[in-house]
């Protein structure tokens, strides 16, 4: 029985003249991979930057796991259990790989400025834990043997880990990737997507920005489709891939 | 009622220069989103150099009427003021293009300081006096009085503006100038050279900056070393209030300004029942500055501009 | 050199030996210098204040990389507060009322108020702004010092609270323990006086105030702060709440200005609007920037060297040209020791910005942070190259 997570209706976003979403609705159930494809310019980071609260809607609701997040801050959805990562991976370049991922714990943790201070013993076992759940974090995405280098000097593929590391480290509920697989070759396509479903197979629920339709088809349980930031399809991507609207959508766009 | 009046004809000529100065800050605004900030001194030397001009041509015995003495001294000061301008941009900011932002703000910084004090060095930091221009004997309009010279700065000024808005709009020059500040990449690649338009900016600001300095030394009588500062830091606020990197901002918002600071300051006192007097007309301006900055940081006639994640 | 360095052995006797030179170093600098001894241990004193000034604008600065450019106007409230009560300005007033207390308060309560003061200062200027963009920020800051400066100047009606342009004076110097640091102190035959002192408490809290700064720094709001530097929208989606955080790093910042400020007005014996002037923000920043910004022994180094500087230029300035004008070279005196403390700042920061940005002792980070952009063009050149040469 599909347990529904987060649910939006009506969202719009305007900026200025542009309409970047209209009237969108869609609803992801716990445990799905929950894919989000379109055209260049659909709207669909915009989405995104609308659900982890970097943008605010105008208008629209917003429900996610009981708790109304319409117009709520970053710190506020990130709290609530949604994280993300970035099309254009936004790393803290000089921060070591560990440094990173402990960034990623500070929502989770509750050392005030006094602890900090005086490194009060429940503060630095909470420093210890917060480590100790960085480098299982590293290992989880495969990337250990790069805690200690700067993130900079990473791979692309091994920078896209980390900031999937960053990002479950938020102990999230829904963890949000965009376009993850840009640039990556098959190879690394495939164990990112093995990397996908161990992660939803641990209970996180996945939502999905990507251009790369065979995936796409392979992973996710359902799909939605953007086109001028409207929703024109939702559904289990067999009906998706033949639904008239979305081929055109894509002029073209042959899944192989 | 006749203070009222008094004090908007005080504020319309003090606005007008405002807005001169202002108009430096926004062109250079536009076109690489730094705040210059030795613009203030640029004035400020503009007014220096002018009054030591005129001291220098007195004393070697030629004698010209009032304007005429004013235009042979800014003869001497606007090329000294565009230089400046010119090689500030050159030595300080073009290497720090690709730095971080903080740094040519830090760098203009260090030159306002820097101009300031070879300013001390050269004049010492006594003010001097402007030579008399016009006719200072008031006439009566609507019951408050304006002089000569301050009808010439209104008048003036407003040409002068008008003069920049026609090259930005209709000529080659002015047409790089708004594509480099729309899109530096691609005007390069258009064809345009922009270290030339770059430098360009900061020449005509500087020029319109020296002319500026005049007005302030005539018309409050006299200039020195260390006006720079404060002037720069309220003509800043008046662009940021227009709309920072709108020209017609800087005009609104220089007048704007003005008017805000003189009514204000005549107001002040019998408004707080005297716990405040005119002696706070310089908060008015900062108030303002945080006032817009905090509350409506695109100003008067900016464009909202959202940061895309 | 580096297993030297990492040697436990010779880091206790390296700080041992730091430690012995700092607790001897006022008598070395007062022998040392003879007839100008207690002049330069004067200075020191000072330079120990401006060590504390640029140690709480490295956390503003260095650590959350917010310009401030009106810092000084927390020294000023530290100093203020500190002055108004162990005066006898405030004390006039308030004799005879349920308040006289105040003027009588002992240390370990007026210092923590000046603190929070200047703590709440800071707070009320950076909630609404500390939004802004960088350089938007640095002219706020600007105008709200400048602000601070004018109210102190003019709030001596209609109620008298600051004394206007006169400031306060007659300000009561430490008491600790009953002492009053005014008057010299004997342990073991050695007399400390007020200068010793002063010395002693300033270096106390200057270690105090690099214990907290440090341990802040390598704590998870250290680590925030260094995110929200690197890509503040990153740090916002990884759940940092961006505003209060930069809002603490402000509100510290402002604290320890505010102590040292307190310690500015005991020291002197009077405050004055003109010792909070724009210049004296921008003299503590160039300490920052020049010494290492987020680096603690680079902005002590800073601190030092641009305090020091104009001391000895302004001893070796003056004479120098009064020897040219006996020799007739000169008529007059061209050149002020004060201007020339201001041109010395002015080329310290265009220097710094243009040759070392990230200051002359920078932490790995921030260098790193400064040499991107350059690393970047360097990448780019060398692909061009390989694109022609492939």
């Not at chain 2, 800014?74 to 090329?79: A, E, F, Q, R, Y």
């Not at chain 3, 342990?187 to 002192?197: A, D, Q, R, V």
């Not at chain 3, 007005?265 to 002037?277: H, K, T």
């Not at chain 3, 300035?317 to 007059?332: E, S």
Request: hydrophobic fraction near 50%.
């Amino acid at each position: 029985m599909a347990e529904l997570l987060l649910e939006i209706s009506g969202i719009h976003k305007r900026f200025g003249g542009l309409h970047a979403l209209n009237d969108v609705a869609l609803s992801i159930n716990k445990g799905e991979i929950y894919g989000l494809i379109g055209p260049n310019g659909a709207g669909k980071t915009t989405l995104f930057n609308v659900l982890t609260g970097l943008y605010q809607p105008d208008e629209g609701s917003f429900r996610f796991n009981g708790i109304d997040l319409f117009r709520k801050k970053p710190n506020v959805v990130v709290e609530s259990g949604i994280a993300r990562t970035f099309q254009n991976i936004r790393l803290f370049h000089n921060m070591t790989a560990l440094e990173n991922v402990m960034v990623g714990r500070h929502s989770r943790s509750k050392a005030s400025v006094l602890g900090a201070i005086l490194r009060d013993p429940k503060t630095r076992r909470e420093e210890d834990a917060i480590k100790v759940r960085a480098t299982e974090l590293l290992a989880y995405v495969g990337i250990s043997k790069h805690a200690g280098e700067t993130a900079k000097n990473l791979s692309y593929g091994d920078q896209r880990r980390l900031e999937i590391a960053r990002a479950l480290a938020t102990d999230p509920t829904l963890l949000a990737l965009d376009e993850p697989a840009a640039g990556m070759n098959p190879k690394e396509t495939e164990d990112l997507k093995r990397l996908m479903e161990k992660i939803r197979n641990d209970g996180v629920t996945i939502l999905l920005i990507e251009h790369d339709v065979k995936l796409m088809m392979g992973l996710c349980d359902r799909i939605a489709v953007l086109d001028y930031g409207k929703k024109i399809a939702e559904g289990i991507p067999e009906e998706v891939k033949n639904n008239p609207r979305v081929i055109e959508a894509y002029l073209g766009a042959s899944p192989d | 009622m006749d203070v009222l009046i008094q004090q908007l004809l005080n504020g319309l000529v003090v606005g007008s220069i405002y807005a001169l100065i202002a108009l430096g800050y926004t062109m250079v605004y536009g076109i690489l989103q730094i705040i210059n900030f030795a613009h203030g001194e640029i004035v400020m030397m503009g007014a220096m150099v002018t009054i030591s001009a005129i001291n220098v041509l007195n004393a070697s015995g030629v004698h010209l009427p009032g304007p005429l003495m004013v235009i042979a001294g800014l003869l001497i000061s606007m090329p000294v003021t565009m230089l400046i301008g010119f090689l500030i941009e050159r030595i300080a900011y073009r290497p720090l293009r690709k730095a971080p932002r903080l740094a040519p703000l830090i760098t203009a910084i260090g030159i306002s300081i820097l101009l300031q004090q070879i300013a001390v060095l050269i004049w010492k930091n006594n003010p001097r006096s402007f030579p008399n221009v016009l006719s200072q004997e008031p006439h009566n309009f609507l019951g408050a009085s304006i002089t000569d010279l301050q009808i010439a700065i209104v008048i003036l000024a407003l040409l002068i503006m008008g003069g920049l808005l026609f090259m930005v709009e209709k000529t080659k020059l002015g047409r790089a100038m708004r594509a480099v500040s729309m899109n530096q990449a691609v005007a390069g690649l258009m064809g345009v050279n922009i270290n030339y338009v770059i430098s360009m900016t900061f020449v005509i600001g500087s020029g319109l900056g020296a002319v500026a300095g005049v007005m302030v030394g005539a018309n409050y009588g006299l200039a020195y070393p260390t006006m720079g500062f404060m002037i720069g830091l309220k003509a800043f606020t008046a662009a940021v209030l227009g709309g920072i990197g709108n020209l017609a901002g800087a005009v609104a918002g220089g007048i704007l300004l003005g008017i805000i600071e003189n009514v204000g300051a005549g107001y002040l006192g019998p408004l707080t029942g005297g716990v405040l007097g005119s002696q706070y007309q310089d908060i008015f301006a900062f108030l303002v500055l945080i006032l817009v900055l905090v509350l409506r940081p695109s100003g008067l006639l900016g464009e909202r501009v959202a940061e895309r994640a | 050199m580096e297993q030297l360095l990492q040697n436990p052995n010779f880091q206790r006797a390296r700080n041992l030996g730091l430690a012995l030179i700092l607790a001897l170093l006022p008598f070395i600098i007062q022998h040392g210098f003879g007839s100008h001894g207690n002049t330069w241990l004067r200075n020191l004193d000072f330079a120990m204040l401006y060590i504390m000034l640029a140690l709480g604008l490295n956390i503003v600065v260095g650590y959350a990389g917010l310009l401030d450019l009106g810092y000084i106007a927390f020294y000023a409230v530290g100093a203020y507060t500190y002055g108004l009560m162990n005066s006898p300005h405030l004390a006039h007033m308030l004799a005879g009322t349920s308040f006289e207390w105040v003027s009588h308060a002992p240390l370990w309560f007026v210092l923590p108020l000046c603190a929070l003061m200047a703590g709440c200062f800071g707070m009320i200027l950076g909630a609404p702004t500390l939004k802004l963009r960088g350089d938007y920020l640095a002219i706020v800051t600007l105008g709200f010092g400048e602000i601070i400066r004018l109210f102190l100047n003019n709030l001596d009606r209609p109620i008298n609270i600051t004394n206007g342009p006169q400031g306060i004076n007659l300000i009561e110097p430490v008491s600790i323990l009953g002492h009053k640091f005014s008057e010299s102190l004997t342990i073991f035959g050695i007399e400390f006086e007020k200068i010793h002192l002063y010395y002693y408490l300033f270096l106390g809290l200057s270690l105090l105030i690099i214990l907290v700064t440090t341990r802040l720094q390598m704590s998870r709001i250290g680590r925030a702060w260094v995110a929200i530097r690197e890509d503040e929208i990153a740090a916002q989606a990884m759940g940092i709440n961006t505003r209060n955080v930069k809002l603490l790093a402000f509100a510290m910042g402002a604290s320890f200005g505010g102590v040292s400020g307190a310690m500015f007005a005991s020291f002197q014996g009077f405050v004055s609007p003109e010792s909070f002037i724009l210049m004296e923000s921008i003299v503590v920043l160039s300490m920052v920037v020049l010494g290492g910004m987020g680096n603690i022994p680079g902005v002590i180094l800073g601190a030092i060297i641009l305090f020091l500087t104009p001391e000895v230029l302004r001893d070796v300035v003056n004479p120098l040209q009064d020897k040219l004008i006996d020799a007739h070279i000169i008529a007059d005196k061209i050149v002020n020791p004060e201007n020339l403390r201001m041109l010395l700042f002015a080329l310290a920061l265009i220097f710094v910005m243009l040759v070392r940005p990230e200051g002359l002792w920078p932490s790995k980070v921030r260098r790193a942070e400064f040499h991107e952009a350059e690393e970047e063009k360097a990448e780019t050149e060398t692909e061009q190259k390989e694109a022609a040469n492939g």
